[in-house]
């Protein structure tokens, strides 16, 4: 079975902190994907890599940033956290081939900036 | 830009009752995916139709694609309490930039 792990469930941090979330997948996944949901908007990507070292951006990726230096592990950074970015981050990986397949999600890390 | 939109927003219904769900999207698409999710988890992938598909099952799950309506069902058959959950469909648009685009789901509630 296909495992994606992230660092932590729950997280709280200050306004102006930087904070790592970070995501790991055990399939050999090429493709990863960081998301966040928020009640009545539903599921918005903010980055996405295709290989090790590449990004992308997604439908919001203002005060975000990511960082993949291996291929198992996708990271997301904020900068400087601020009470907006309060959310429920979700992370996703697929398989090499057909990026948009099948996406394997995390548990989530419910982020809350105070 | 929401590609998906569920509807209905929430649905309530009886265990052993049958519980639909639809999504409606706009512009063309490669495929057509349905995920579920439990309160406060990840997302599960549960089923994809592709476009030139008409109709998929999967155990209880059911799934119809009509492209020239743009639009998807899924039929959940005889619920279950455990099938209590949040529902989503996603869609893989034609000729973009192979980005999946979630709609904003149906949270689906099945009373024991």
């Known amino acids: 079975d296909v495992k994606v792990t992230q660092s932590s469930r729950y997280l709280v941090k200050r306004t102006g902190e930087k904070v790592f979330l970070e995501c790991v997948q055990d399939?050999?996944?090429?493709?990863m994907f960081w998301y966040r949901q928020d009640p009545g908007l539903g599921l918005r990507l903010i980055y996405f890599?295709?290989?090790?070292?590449?990004?992308e951006k997604g439908d919001i990726p203002e005060g975000y940033s990511v960082s993949r230096e291996k291929k198992e592990r996708f990271s997301l950074i904020l900068e400087s956290a601020s009470t907006n970015q309060t959310s429920m981050y979700l992370c996703?990986?697929?398989?090499?081939?057909?990026?948009?397949?099948?996406?394997?999600f995390g548990p989530g890390t419910r982020l809350l900036v105070l | 830009s929401q590609q998906g939109e569920e509807d209905p927003q929430a649905l309530s219904i009886q265990e052993g009752e049958n519980a639909t769900m639809n999504c409606s999207y706009k512009t063309s698409i490669n495929n057509l995916q349905w995920y579920r999710q439990n309160s406060g988890r990840g997302l599960v992938h549960l089923i994809l139709?592709?476009?030139?598909?008409r109709e998929k099952h999967s155990g209880r799950l059911r799934v119809t694609l009509d492209t020239s309506k743009k639009s998807s069902s899924l039929l959940i058959t005889a619920s279950r309490a455990a099938d209590t959950a949040s529902y989503f469909c996603a869609t893989l648009p034609r000729g973009g930039s192979e980005k999946l685009v979630f709609g904003k789901g149906t949270k689906l509630t099945v009373n024991p």
């Open positions: 996703a990986s697929t398989g090499s081939g057909h990026p948009q397949e099948t996406q394997y």
């Open positions: 139709i592709r476009s030139n598909e």
């Open positions: 399939m050999d996944h090429e493709n």
């Open positions: 890599s295709y290989d090790v070292k590449m990004k």
